[in-house]
């Protein structure tokens, strides 16, 4: 397995401003939801006084053994199928559209708070170089894009208000190709943005910053082992499954 270089980074914004679903904290604006949706699950127009930052980042890059009859390229389009590699447990995700899930992540420690995010994941394919993320060479030939659309923090209602926290995941995965070389190459950034509530206020920043990076880094690591693992093992399936159909 790969090892993955994490850095982590924090700053302290005057204001923040974020793009939004919906705008505004009026009930008024806000947007009609299936029944199994909750008010809360969005993203808001919110300007963030003093708010803290933390962001941690993973690249990946490991060696990808393509067959000419199922190529990476061809797996990535199985979008359903990528996703249930990299969160295999159906207990904790469903379908919402062809290209968004719902996940139901495990519970996060912070300080003497826990709190159970549910975001909503949409996996994109792009090629030809077409609107591909930062950092992408644009001779590769398919990236899984990967974001966060909608998110929600149950078990923190009255605690932290939605306007007060923010949930950034932005990802991509692509095969990198030299002769008859590949390479699985991939990126993820994870941050967290959010004005301290009165309960957190008179705990040192210092040791705010340790914590929440503890806690970041426990997500992406756990995001790095289903990329390295599960995802190259279900695809080492997938080439077998094509093999059995060309006999």
Request: with cysteine; aromatic share 10%; proline share 6%.
């Amino acid at each position: 397995m790969a090892v993955l270089p994490f850095t982590y980074h924090h700053h302290t914004l005057s204001k923040i401003t974020f793009n939004a679903i919906a705008g505004g904290d009026s009930k008024q604006n806000w947007p009609k939801f299936k029944r199994s949706e909750s008010p809360n699950f969005r993203r808001f127009v919110c300007k963030l006084s003093n708010a803290s930052t933390y962001t941690s980042r993973l690249a990946t890059d490991v060696y990808l053994y393509e067959s000419p009859d199922a190529s990476f390229d061809q797996y990535l389009e199985d979008k359903p199928r990528v996703f249930k590699a990299i969160f295999p447990d159906k207990r904790r995700s469903q379908q919402l559209n062809h290209e968004e899930w719902r996940v139901h992540m495990l519970p996060i420690q912070f300080f003497f708070l826990t709190c159970n995010p549910v975001i909503d994941m949409r996996l994109r394919c792009k090629s030809n170089g077409y609107d591909y993320p930062t950092g992408v060479p644009p001779q590769v030939t398919k990236v899984l894009d990967l974001d966060i659309v909608r998110w929600e923090l149950l078990g923190l209602e009255d605690i932290v208000k939605p306007s007060e926290f923010s949930l950034g995941v932005k990802g991509a995965l692509y095969p990198s190709r030299q002769g008859n070389r590949s390479r699985l190459k991939g990126q993820l950034s994870m941050s967290i943005t959010f004005d301290l509530p009165p309960v957190l206020s008179l705990i040192p920043e210092d040791v705010r910053r340790d914590v929440a990076e503890t806690v970041l880094k426990r997500l992406v690591e756990n995001m790095k082992e289903k990329v390295n693992g599960s995802l190259l093992a279900d695809y080492s399936r997938f080439k077998n499954e094509r093999a059995k159909k060309l006999v």
